[in-house]
């Protein structure tokens, strides 16, 4: 079974975070779904840090997955 990821961009290459999505989510849904517990981390908590949102997504069936960051293409 393939696994659905999400990048999470950043400005810094080393923010940079990947996500395997619940099989449960459908992509329009998932968009949605990881905003919204962005914004209830910087809501809840105005010096919220990536761990902080990290739990949220983990609590909901997110895993974090660690990855290589390549060459720039272009």
Excluded: C
Excluded at 26 to 53: F, H, K, L, M, S
Excluded at 59 to 69: K, M, N, Q, W
Aim: glycine letters at 8%; proline letters at 5%.
């Amino acid at each position: 079974m393939k696994s659905k990821l999400m990048i999470l961009p950043a400005t810094e290459a080393s923010a940079i975070q990947l996500l395997r999505v619940p099989d449960d989510f459908e992509e329009q849904e998932v968009y949605r779904y990881v905003t919204g517990v962005i914004a209830r981390v910087e809501e809840d908590n105005p010096d919220y840090g990536w761990d902080d949102i990290a739990i949220e997504l983990e609590a909901h069936g997110f895993e974090i997955v660690d990855f290589i960051l390549g060459p720039g293409l272009g």
